[in-house]
């Protein structure tokens, strides 16, 4: 990945050249590798949101526990790639495969994925990659059979959970807003 200053313009992508590929027992060398990059969140391995039998765990623990979500067959997310090389992240997945992402969930309902993250290099933050990882992940759902699709994004304006994605973003291919989950996160859904 190129390097870039604060002050230099973001890397324009060609995004007809990227690719969005499923996170499948077939696939996961290319996720593990995105993670692995500098300064990519191997801090979490995208465990945040997902059930874990523990409160703490540390790195290890959580990649492990990530690699046999997938060696499962439970969907995870899609992945980027440009080049051959893993450029981006977004977790997709059956809401029922995290934890509880909101106060008013209700657990009954089906047909129901969550968008809780995005992981853009920072090289390449403002090039149109996290809205070309919304559209693949909005059809990727709608493709394994979503009803509806949720996420919680935050303004962009907000000090946290910017990785979550931010309201304009969603707003603009037509999530609407149902509540918020806590202060910062709006709760928003898409129906087909």
Same mark, same amino acid.
């Given at each position: 990945? #190129? ?5 230099? &313009? #973001? @890397? ?6 990227? %690719? ?16 692995? *990059? &500098? !300064? ?7 465990? =945040? ?6 409160? +703490? ?6 990649? %492990? ?28 997945? #059956? ?8 106060? *008013? *969930?209700?657990?009954?309902?089906? $047909? ?5 993250? /995005?992981?853009? &290099?920072? !090289? ?7 809205? =070309? ?11 394994? $059979?979503? +009803?509806?699709?949720? =996420?919680? &994004?935050?303004? @962009?304006?907000?000090?946290?959970? %910017?990785?979550?994605? /931010? %309201? ?6 037509? /999530?609407?807003?149902? $509540? ?13």
């Amino acid at each position: 990945m #190129p390097k870039r200053s604060n002050a230099s &313009p #973001p @890397e324009r992508l060609d995004l007809a050249g990227i %690719r969005f590929i499923e996170v499948t027992p077939e696939t996961r060398g290319c996720f593990e590798d995105l993670f692995e *990059q &500098p !300064s990519a969140p191997k801090y979490c391995w995208c465990m =945040a949101w997902r059930y874990s039998g523990r409160e +703490h765990i540390d790195s290890d623990e959580k990649k %492990r526990l990530m690699m046999a979500r997938i060696d499962a067959g439970t969907p995870v997310g899609i992945v980027a790639e440009l080049a051959g090389k893993p450029v981006g992240w977004c977790s997709v997945a #059956p809401r029922e495969t995290y934890r509880r992402l909101s106060k *008013q *969930q209700d657990d009954g309902e089906a $047909g129901l994925w969550s968008i809780v993250c /995005f992981y853009v &290099p920072r !090289s390449l933050r403002g090039g149109g990659l996290a809205s =070309a990882l919304l559209d693949a992940a909005i059809d990727h759902a709608f493709a394994k $059979g979503a +009803h509806i699709i949720e =996420a919680y &994004p935050v303004d @962009e304006a907000s000090p946290s959970y %910017r990785f979550m994605g /931010f %309201r304009d973003m969603f707003a603009g291919r037509g /999530f609407y807003e149902t $509540g918020m989950a806590g202060s910062r996160r709006h709760v928003m859904r898409l129906e087909r």
